[in-house]
């Protein structure tokens, strides 16, 4: 009876869901202790508890059900004045195991222990009844969780590759989807290189003179460079034969270098296959390259969690259950935080099968649907994204932006939509901006494949997202999943704007796919 009440409190006191999830997030040191029996437990579909054996359900009571630790600590004899919860769940382990030792059982101290729980008000079923001649020893087992969890970032098996690349390394790229968590790791590693006492050098999209001066012949530090979205966000947006010589220089002089300077990229997967046809990246005899989208399912699940927390979105969230059948099929042309990201703000929306097999074009077309039946909406989060930031402090709204998406548009109009558009932007109280890149680029498309003038868009966008989307609709390239393809005659009315813009910021375009189109 004393054991079958011991599978009595884990029943109890964890739910099924509960514990199924602690045993995914914690199945690698399930696997190392129970071994063949874990894949037994994790791949069956309902949970029968009376097939696990005492050693497991101590395990679980212990690691996983949130019950105070015994005063002397899991695996020791607890005092006599301890007659807690834990305290008497000890004292069944050690009953157990001095009964398999010697066929001996002390009833009395068994009775004490059942009466304490009958006192607390817990079931006690007299016609429960476990053999012990059937059960193993049972002893105290720390499970450790898969990843480690710090400042609120799950610390992924390809964060520590990263962190142990750099060990050995000047220069680590990471490389993969769009979404895939590259910026979030750049982070979490720069933040440890500080912690470290090294200066950190955040650059974007790519180095220059100025760069190579400063941090390379004039240092004497410990420094960790840092470029994330090396060659543009959304798309490549460089070209130039001039931009990779100096990228090529800079990186070979850092290889070169005898002063302590490391150097962290992040680069997306469509950016890299879109250049490599002409130009190539850092050499691999003294480059590592880290594949930033290889994510178990645990991890996927453990980040999921992390940002249902950080959400606060008061609809009903997706059951992890599913969400892990859901996670077995995603895309990998999009990254799967990005993936999870989306189905924790908004389940009902991006919670579902078709989403995860096709992210991006399942939110390019939600957002149609949103241009039709919500126009207001729409417009509002395209002025914040081309406005990068939107604040609310301010009386008006950039003329030049609002007019070219909308003139009918107005601070309040923007303003009154903020709480329904909370799964695509950040709102932090006075400025508000787009949530993730990837939502930028699939407002970009919608209004592109469904303006009517959609080149008016073109005056209100920085001009990095234009080099870095708009391609000539040419037969001969393949483009990127991202790319908005242009037709001759869009080209032909954009031209003049376009012109602008490169003028305007000084923007070199050699060699840019839109080059020859524009003359």
């Known amino acids: 009876m004393l054991g079958g009440c011991m599978r009595f409190q884990l029943v109890k006191l964890s739910k099924v869901k509960n514990l199924r999830f602690h045993m995914v997030t914690h199945s690698e040191s399930l696997k190392l202790h129970f071994k063949g029996n874990v894949d037994r437990m994790m791949n069956s579909g309902t949970v029968d508890w009376t097939t696990f054996n005492l050693d497991t359900v101590y395990t679980f009571l212990t690691n996983f059900c949130g019950i105070t630790c015994p005063d002397r600590g899991w695996g020791y004899k ?6 807690s919860e834990g305290a008497d769940i000890e004292r069944t382990r050690i009953l157990v195991n001095e009964y398999l030792d010697n066929k001996r059982f002390k009833v ?3 009775d004490k222990i059942l009466e304490r729980w009958r006192l607390v008000k817990k079931e006690v079923d007299i016609h429960y009844i476990i053999d012990f001649d059937h059960e193993t020893e049972i002893n105290y087992k720390k499970l450790n969780p898969n990843n480690a969890v710090e400042h609120g970032i799950v610390v992924t098996r390809v964060i520590a590759n990263i962190l142990e690349k750099l060990k050995s390394k000047k220069i680590v790229t990471c490389r ?3 979404g895939c968590g590259k910026t979030t790791a750049l982070e979490y590693v720069a933040r440890k290189y500080g912690d470290d006492g090294w200066r950190i050098k955040w650059i974007k999209e790519s180095m220059d003179e100025s760069l190579f001066n400063n941090v390379i012949e004039n240092n004497t530090e410990k420094i960790i460079i840092c470029c994330d979205n090396l060659f543009g966000s959304v798309g490549c947006q460089v070209f130039s034969d001039k931009m990779f010589d100096n990228f090529h220089y800079f990186m070979h002089s850092i290889h070169k270098s005898k002063n302590n300077i490391k150097v962290l ?3 997306h997967e469509h950016v890299i296959k879109e250049i490599s046809s002409k130009h190539s990246l850092v050499s691999q005899d003294y480059n590592a390259f880290v594949d930033m989208d290889s994510l178990s399912q645990s991890e996927a699940l453990l980040i999921y969690i992390k940002q249902q927390e950080k959400s606060n979105i008061k609809e009903e969230c997706l059951p992890f ?3 892990l059948k859901l996670n077995e099929n995603r895309s990998g042309n999009v990254g799967a935080p990005f993936q999870t990201l989306m189905i924790s703000l908004a389940p009902g929306v991006f919670g579902t099968r078709a989403f995860c097999n096709r992210p991006f074009q399942l939110l390019t077309e939600h957002f149609s649907e949103l241009l039709y039946r919500k126009e207001e909406m729409f417009f509002s989060l395209l002025y914040v994204m081309c406005g990068v930031v939107f604040d609310k402090r301010g009386d008006e709204l950039k003329s030049g932006i609002a007019n070219a998406i909308n003139p009918c548009l107005d601070k309040n109009t923007i303003e009154y939509y903020l709480p329904e558009s909370r799964p695509y932007i950040q709102n932090d109280g006075d400025t508000v901006k787009i949530r993730h890149e990837v939502i930028s680029i699939a407002l970009f ?7 009517e003038k959609s080149w008016s868009i073109f ?4 001009i990095r997202q234009i080099l870095g989307l708009l391609r000539p609709d040419d037969q001969h390239n393949k483009l990127h999943q991202f790319a908005v393809p242009l037709s001759r005659e869009t080209l032909h009315g954009a031209k003049t704007i376009i012109k602008a813009k490169f003028f305007q910021n000084e923007v070199d375009i050699r060699g840019h796919p839109l080059l020859e189109h524009l003359r």
């Open 78 to 83: 607890p005092t006599d004045g301890d007659i």
């Open 108 to 110: 009395e101290e068994a």
């Open 176 to 178: 993969g989807a769009i």
């Open 265 to 267: 990229l992040g680069i």
């Open 321 to 323: 259950e599913d969400f």
């Open 445 to 451: 498309h919608t209004f592109m494949m469904e303006s």
């Open 459 to 462: 005056l209100a966008c920085d």
